[in-house]
Structures are given as structure tokens and as C-alpha cells.
């Protein structure tokens, strides 16, 4: 029944961590995490007879009123159930306090049958926590690919299903997944020969990458292991799994001398427990005498998929722009704009929600953003927007252009559209290594009334190259840096930096400009439409 669990590792020194839940099959609703033995009998904490036969009473209760199929058969069974449980919790604490902590990971509902909240209660009864395994081997740690781990941190990592390992390999296991082909993406060739294509796997709480020899797609059980991915995370990414270290295993091997050096030995893996609390020291992948016949290859990581932060909902600066007192600052993902009137003392801080698309987040910026006298011009690489400074609370918007290019240079009040075509090669996802156009490729345009205009001027070409720059970074005439990384920092000339307080910020009036598809008639026949922030809303 339960449903949102949690994990818990306990460690030499701290109080041991009873969870306590009901599940089919069990005569006692006690768990313990971090062992080898997950369900927990009452002689394992040395219980009295009279609690034991209490909570085998409560699971015989639990288990002949709930359905499966629909949850309890009676909102007084559920009821009942509750009001028991509590009183066990109570004396369960009151016989273990001292050695050990009670953790209540029942799910409080009193939901009747067939309810959505009955139905939700059963339907991840299979599993007593939301636990992930991935196996690490040491060539990622020694290459540096992935940091030192440490029991309780949180880390955020892109996941490699691997099904071309022994079924006695350390971390396999059979995973209930949704799986269909990354689309657009063109097939490698294995060491064999073999096409392989990209393929999405989607469990629980995460994602990972299989590369399979044919396109597939549907619901299923995969046997195999998880393995961090040789691509970035990114927080908040969709191919991106995020859970905090519950358990650290050394992985073992053994190794045989023969005539070309140690080989390993198939099947003889071991796993193990540190004899200490791992730190960022352990373990030492340094290859041990050669007396030493079993050696490291990896670590066995325990992910705890729900005890992570709550998603962060703050404004997460991404690229900047200055214009005298207006600074316009545009989040790395979302389409919110902000700005910042330093005209005032504090900066007035105003923001805006735009009617724009969601980019995939980036480790930097996905949209640059380029001031002036009026406003500022929002670039991406599938479209131009122009957004208007109505008054102190109000901007209008208008989308100029599908086409953004590789990169936008704002010289003298003219909006440059760069664009690299690729100089010697260039890599696709759809076709792999492309021939680039070569040094003559090179395109310059120019923004003029809405429209794209090549630009042949070879000292304006020059102008415009020589301008482009960081989107996260502008200085200012009077010498000023300002950056976006997450948050606002400037640094005026000669002085120390400081941050720019964006907490407190009043919610801008957006007019949204666009095209009526039916008129044909271009940008400036339009349909105006407002967007105003939900009062109470906050990022």
C-alpha cells in the first residue's frame, strides 16, 4: 500500500532506523534499509512478546481488508487500521528508544473503494522503498568522469542500461520499463559491427540510455544493470536522474597472472561494506601488489530516488545585458525575464513571464539577451523576439523571427544574426559527421524592419564578428562586470563584487504580439493578447 517511501542508511555510531509499513506476504510491517535483510522481524530488536503479537495482529487486519484492485474494502477497516497503527508506532518507540528510531512511513488514507486515492495507495506495493542501484565502475572514478561519492550526499547523473553483461554481473537485475527509440538520432556500430541505435529507457523515477541492434518500443521487463552515462547532468534535465547516496559496496574481482598480464576471472565478483564511513578518500583505485589476487572495479552506489530537495523554483540567471540603468536578465531555461532598474536605490526588480517555450536546461544559457535604449532583443536559435519597455511594469512582445542562427551581436542599436555553418566538420545527431561549408560559409544578417537582410559590408561583417561575446558576462562603459550564473553578481571598476537581491520583485504586465496565421498578412497585422502572473504566484 505504501507508496512515497524512504529510505534510510544507517551507519556505525548512529541509532538504527525502524520503518514501519505494511505489505502482502509479510507477518510483521517492520523494515529496516542499508542492510542485506530489508524486512525485519521483532526478535531482530528484541521485542516483547505482546508488541509482536500485536503488529502481526494489525498485518492480519491490514491485509484481509485491503483489495489490491481498489484499496480498502471499508473507510471504518481503514479507520481502524489507523487508529491501531498509531497506538503501535507509540509503543514500538517507547520499547526501542535508545538503539533505534521509528520511521512511520505509513500512508495516512481513509480512502474508500475504488476511490483514486485507494487506487494510488496500491500501486507501488512491490517495492519498500524507492531505491536504485547503480554499478560505477573505476575507470570512471579514475578519469575523473564522476566525483568521489560520500553516503547522504545528493547527486544528479545520466544513466547507461546495459544488457551485455552476465546475469551474475554485480547490479543485475529485472526492471519493469517503458522503452521507445530516441528519435532523429542515427545508429552506431558496436565492436562487432552491429547497428545500434539510441533507445530510451524509462523507469520509476528515472531514465537511462540503451543502445539496442533494432528499433524498439513498448512496455517490458529488460534484465541488466544501470551505469553512469559518459554525458552530462544537467539538474531538472529530463535524461537527467537525481537521488541521494544511501549505500556505498566495494566491487571486487579476481585476477590471474597469465602470459599477457592479470587477467579477471569470470564469476568471481564480491561485494563488500566499507569498514568505514566512505569518504571522498575512498576507495583507493591505486592497483594493489600482486600478491593481492582480488582487485577493485567498481563501487555499487544505492540511490534513494525520493529523499532529494524539492525542485528549485528560484529564478536561475542565465544570460545578462546593460543598457544605462536597465539591466535585462533572462533564466536558463524558463521564459522569465527580468528587470533591473538601477536607477533606484535598492535596484527595482521587476519580473516577466513570457509567453515563450520551456528550453531544455543547459549548463550555461539557452537564450542570449541584448539591451538598449527601448528594451532588449531575446535570441534563441530557432527564433528572434523583440520586447518592448512600456512603462516600469509593462513590456510588449513580438516574435521577429523563426531563425536565431548560432549567435547575436547587438552593435550600435543593430541586431547581427550570426551563423556557423561548420568550418571543417560538424557532428549531427540525425547523420553523425557532416564536411563543413569551409571559411566561405560564413553568414552575417541583419535585422532590419522584422526581416533577416544579408549583410555584405565586409567592415560591417567585421564589426559584427569582433563584437560577439559571452551571454553570461557584459561590462558596461564605466567598466562594471556584470555576470548571470544563477544569480546576479556586478562587480564595478576597482571595487568589490556584490549581488543583486532578487527576492524581492513585483510581477511585470506582458502584451504578447503575434501573427494571425488566417490573415496572412505578416508581423504587423496581429492579434494582441495579455499575460498577467497569477496574483500570489511565486518563483
Known amino acids: 500500500m505504501e507508496e512515497q517511501w524512504e529510505s534510510v542508511y544507517a551507519t556505525d555510531g ?100 475504488g476511490s483514486s486515492d485507494a487506487r494510488e495507495s496500491t500501486a507501488h506495493r512491490s517495492s519498500p522503498d524507492h531505491t536504485l542501484s547503480m554499478f560505477v565502475p573505476s575507470a570512471i572514478f579514475m578519469e575523473g568522469t564522476l566525483p568521489p561519492l560520500a553516503v547522504g550526499e545528493v547527486i544528479s547523473v545520466t544513466l547507461l542500461f546495459e544488457t551485455d553483461v552476465p546475469p551474475s554481473a554485480v547490479g543485475v537485475d529485472t526492471f519493469h520499463v517503458t522503452v521507445h527509440p530516441v528519435h532523429g538520432m542515427s545508429p552506431g556500430l558496436d565492436r562487432e559491427g552491429y547497428l545500434t541505435w539510441p533507445i530510451s529507457v524509462a523507469g520509476d523515477g528515472w531514465t537511462a540510455r540503451w543502445l539496442h541492434h533494432a528499433p524498439f518500443s513498448g512496455r517490458v521487463r529488460l534484465d541488466g544493470r544501470l551505469c553512469p552515462d559518459l554525458v552530462r547532468a544537467l539538474p531538472g534535465h529530463p535524461d537527467t536522474t537525481t537521488g541521494r547516496v544511501r549505500r556505498l559496496q566495494l566491487v571486487e574481482q579476481e585476477y590471474e597472472n597469465t602470459g599477457s598480464g592479470q587477467q579477471p576471472v569470470p564469476g568471481t565478483e564480491r561485494v563488500s561494506d566499507p569498514d568505514r564511513q566512505p569518504d571522498h578518500y575512498w576507495p583507493d583505485w591505486r592497483v594493489p601488489p600482486g600478491s593481492q589476487t582480488f582487485h577493485p572495479t567498481g563501487v555499487l552506489v544505492d540511490l534513494d530516488l525520493d529523499d532529494v530537495p524539492e525542485p528549485a523554483t528560484r529564478f ?99 541586431l547581427f544574426v550570426l551563423t556557423y555553418p561548420g568550418l571543417t566538420t560538424q557532428v549531427t545527431e540525425r547523420y553523425g559527421a557532416l564536411r563543413g561549408g569551409g571559411p566561405d560559409s560564413f553568414r552575417v544578417r541583419e535585422v532590419v524592419d522584422d526581416e533577416l537582410v544579408p549583410v555584405h559590408d565586409e567592415t560591417t561583417i567585421a564589426r559584427a564578428r569582433a563584437s ?72
Not at 544570460?319 to 535585462?328: E, H, L, Y
Not at 504578447?512 to 496574483?535: C, K
Request: glycine content about 8%; some cysteine.
Open 468 to 539: 560577439s561575446r559571452r551571454a553570461d558576462i557584459v561590462t558596461t562603459p564605466d567598466g562594471a562586470t556584470w555576470t548571470a550564473a544563477g544569480r546576479v553578481t556586478v562587480t564595478p571598476d576597482g571595487a568589490a563584487s556584490h549581488t543583486i537581491d532578487l527576492h524581492l520583485r513585483s510581477p511585470g504586465r506582458v502584451r504578447w504580439i503575434r501573427p494571425d496565421a488566417r490573415s496572412g498578412q505578416g508581423v504587423d497585422e496581429i492579434a494582441v493578447g495579455s499575460s498577467t502572473p497569477r496574483p500570489g504566484t511565486t518563483r
Open 316 to 414: 536561475d540567471a542565465g544570460a545578462i545585458s546593460v543598457s544605462g540603468n536597465d539591466v535585462w536578465v533572462v533564466d536558463k531555461s524558463d521564459p522569465v525575464l527580468l528587470h533591473i532598474d538601477t536607477a533606484s536605490t535598492p535596484p527595482l526588480v521587476t519580473e516577466y513571464l513570457l509567453p515563450l517555450v520551456i528550453e531544455p536546461p543547459a549548463a550555461m544559457w539557452t537564450r542570449a539577451v541584448h539591451a538598449d535604449r527601448e528594451g532588449c532583443w531575446i535570441t534563441a536559435g530557432d527564433e528572434i523576439v523583440r520586447c518592448d519597455h512600456n512603462d516600469r511594469a509593462g513590456v510588449t512582445l513580438r516574435r521577429v523571427s523563426t531563425d536565431g542562427g548560432d549567435d547575436t551581436v547587438l552593435v550600435d542599436d543593430r
Open 14 to 113: 548512529d541509532k538504527r532506523v525502524i520503518r514501519f509499513f505494511p505489505d502482502y506476504g509479510r507477518e510483521h510491517p517492520l523494515w529496516e534499509s542499508g542492510t542485506d535483510k530489508y524486512a525485519m522481524d521483532p526478535e531482530d530488536y528484541g521485542l516483547s512478546e505482546s508488541l509482536s503479537r500485536r503488529l502481526a495482529g494489525w498485518m492480519r487486519h491490514w491485509e484481509s481488508n485491503v483489495i489490491p484492485e481498489t484499496g480498502w474494502k471499508s473507510a471504518e477497516a481503514a479507520a481502524e487500521s489507523e487508529r491501531v497503527g498509531d497506538a503501535l508506532v507509540a509503543d514500538l518507540r517507547i520499547e526501542v528508544s535508545g538503539v533505534a528510531e521509528v520511521r512511520d512511513e505509513r500512508r495516512s488514507t481513509a480512502a474508500s473503494p
